[in-house]
T-cell receptor, first 112, second 115 residues
Framework: KNEVEQSPQNLTAQEGEFITINCSYS?????LHWLQQHPGGGIVSLFMLSSGKKKHGRLIATINIQEKHSSLHITASHPRDSAVYIC??????????????FGTGTLLAVQP | GAGVSQSPSNKVTEKGKDVELRCDPISGHTALYWYRQRLGQGLEFLIYFQGNSAPDKSGLPSDRFSAERTGESVSTLTIQRTQQEDSAVYLC?????????????FGDGTRLSIL
């Protein structure tokens, strides 16, 4: 079982739809990251959170530490949101937290 | 530059050759990470540098892989005697300091193809 699991693996939506991508993890973490990877490989950090909720434009990320679960929401989706969305966690290593452990990603296609 | 810079952007080489990949982190970032993404797979951690501390090499897949970083500047990832399974995109990231509560800034990667 992977330490970080995402669902769904693939998601197709119509423009304007509300989208949710889920991430569950099984290890102690210091932070959870949501990343966006466009075709061609460039990765952009969307959010880093350790509690509660963060919002940036049409994107919202939430985390429930007790349940070890996070969600990424996209409101009013647009074709330019089409990308791979990756959940990653920074693990606790006796206080020295560094490397990211990644989920396998969710491929999102938003159709006009 | 403003972002993490990696070179070359693409590298094609024959099996058995050595390759060297370069990463220029964002100026002032003390932490530097190397990751690998094989086709159709998720990202894998390779190695982490934080300032002058000993690097965390726990993700390097074999002794053919090594990396160096001088101070808080450029890092090179070297793969010796390349094999076809080394074909992947190699991504570098940096953060202002180490620790899990720092966002990581990624370069565009080096796409390595082993013939």
């Amino acid at each position: 079982k992977n330490e970080v699991e995402q669902s769904p693996q693939n998601l197709t939506a119509q423009e304007g739809e509300f989208i949710t991508i889920n991430c569950s993890y099984s290890v102690g973490i210091s932070a959870l990251h949501w990343l966006q990877q466009h075709p061609g490989g460039g990765i952009v950090s969307l959010f880093m959170l350790s509690s509660g909720k963060k919002k940036h434009g049409r994107l919202i990320a939430t985390i429930n530490i007790q349940e070890k679960h996070s969600s990424l929401h996209i409101t009013a989706s647009h074709p330019r949101d089409s990308a791979v969305y990756i959940c990653a966690v920074s693990m606790n290593y006796g206080g020295a937290t560094n490397k990211l452990i990644f989920g396998t990603g969710t491929l999102l296609a938003v159709q006009p | 530059g403003a972002g993490v810079s990696q070179s070359p952007s693409n590298k094609v080489t024959e099996k058995g050759k050595d390759v060297e990949l370069r990463c220029d982190p964002i100026s002032g970032h003390t932490a530097l990470y190397w990751y690998r993404q094989r086709l159709g797979q998720g990202l894998e951690f390779l190695i982490y540098f934080q300032g002058n501390s000993a690097p965390d090499k726990s993700g390097l897949p074999s002794d053919r892989f090594s990396a160096e970083r001088t101070g808080e500047s450029v890092s090179t990832l070297t793969i010796q005697r390349t094999q076809q399974e080394d074909s992947a995109v190699y991504l570098c990231a940096s953060s202002y300091r180490g620790g899990g509560n720092q966002p990581q800034h990624f370069g565009d990667g080096t796409r390595l193809s082993i013939l």
